[in-house]
């Protein structure tokens, strides 16, 4: 019977599968069935920085009016950071409930005093920490250098902050990813999830008015992670996750080959439900048997682009070859 152990930012799971930073990954009796499935890890939903920030206001505008009223409230309830309550009960609630490992997310933008809730989320036992890194950048004044130092001040700063595993979530919008990938991997960074995928919105012709648009991956996206994680593999100390796209289990196995270390799972989760987890294991199980390989070791990165003859397959000769050969 094949190997699924896999090594994941220095944390042993049973499995490549992972439950994806989701509105699945919200909910306590979600986390046990993805478990029960054979989930090698869960990233519980992301708190976003603004709740944190919020959150924090409330807090400094309610000890203002209390030292207004008595000069000692500040000295017996110090300014602290507090974050929204309910998210380190999720964190210490997974914990309890389960035993493969729980990695918290945060979704956030920009430098803050935030960065110190990546404390909080440590003490409360999450195993790792993913940082969802997002913006739409679209001012016309701000450089794509500006963009990533900013990237950058954020990771450092929750780099210095926590010990745990820290993994980069990000967005395929990057002009030279193999320079920023590198550049977060001498952070320290343990891992880098490729890709986020952003939710579009789109224009309704009946309100005459942008409306948000909440639509699941398609298979055929996968397609981006997997060049991304076959280009980089072998290059970063990072470990790589796949996300986006991928829905079966030769979908899983394809990420795998290219270089994933594990392969996150949204959109097939909600549109299939959980148990599918289980029955993608059991998909790269009987190809792993079949091809005679007993261990995930020996499957990945074998097709990723230093492994394979031709590198340009990854690259853009094989764009202009393809190009050039169709004659319709
Ligand atoms: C309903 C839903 C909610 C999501 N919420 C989050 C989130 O809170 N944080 C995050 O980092 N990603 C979130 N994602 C993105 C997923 O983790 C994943 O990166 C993306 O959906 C692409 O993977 P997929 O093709 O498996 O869906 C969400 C996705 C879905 C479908």
Redesign the pocket.
């Known amino acids: 019977m094949a190997d699924l152990v896999t090594e994941y930012i220095g944390l042993k799971l049973a499995s490549p599968l992972v439950l994806?930073?989701?509105?699945?990954s919200n909910r306590l009796e979600n986390l046990e069935m993805a478990e029960g499935h054979g989930a090698g890890a869960v990233?519980l939903?992301?708190l976003f920085e603004e709740q944190i920030e919020q959150a924090n206001t409330q807090l400094e505008e309610e000890l203002a009016r209390g030292a207004e009223s008595n000069p000692e409230a500040i000295t017996y309830f110090p300014p602290q950071r507090v974050g929204p309550h309910e998210y380190l009960t999720l964190v210490e609630r997974a914990k309890k409930a389960l035993d493969v490992p729980v990695i918290a997310?945060l979704?956030c933008s920009a430098p803050g005093s935030w960065t110190e809730y990546a404390k909080d989320i440590e003490q409360a036992g999450a195993d790792a920490l993913?940082l969802?890194v997002y913006a739409v950048e679209a001012d016309p004044k701000v450089s794509g250098a500006e963009i990533e130092n900013r990237y950058l001040e954020i990771v450092g700063a929750v780099r210095k902050a926590i010990r745990i595993p820290i993994a980069v979530?990000l967005s395929p919008f990057f002009t030279s990813l193999g320079h920023f990938t590198a550049r977060l991997d001498a952070l320290g960074v343990n891992g880098i999830?490729l890709?986020?995928?952003f939710l579009q919105p789109d224009i309704s012709l009946e309100k005459m008015a942008p409306v948000p648009a909440?639509t699941?991956?398609q298979p055929s996206?996968?397609l981006l992670t997997l060049r991304w994680i076959a280009l980089l593999h072998g290059r970063l100390k990072a470990d790589l996750a796949a996300?986006?796209?991928?829905?079966d289990g030769p979908g899983a196995l394809k990420q795998i080959l290219a270089g994933a270390k594990v392969v996150?799972?949204?959109?097939?989760?909600?549109r299939s439900g959980i148990p599918h987890l289980g029955k993608m294991l059991a998909a790269i199980e009987e190809w792993m048997d079949k091809h005679g390989y007993s261990s995930l070791d020996e499957v990945r990165g074998s097709l990723s682009q230093r492994e394979i003859q031709d590198p340009g397959a990854f690259e853009r000769a094989q764009y202009v070859h393809l190009i050039l050969s169709q004659n319709i």
Do not use: D, I, P, Y
């Open positions: 994806a930073s989701s509105a699945l990233v939903r992301s997310s979704n993913e969802n979530k999830v890709f986020n995928r909440m699941m991956s996206e996968a996300s986006t796209g991928v829905h996150q799972l949204a959109s097939a989760l909600v």
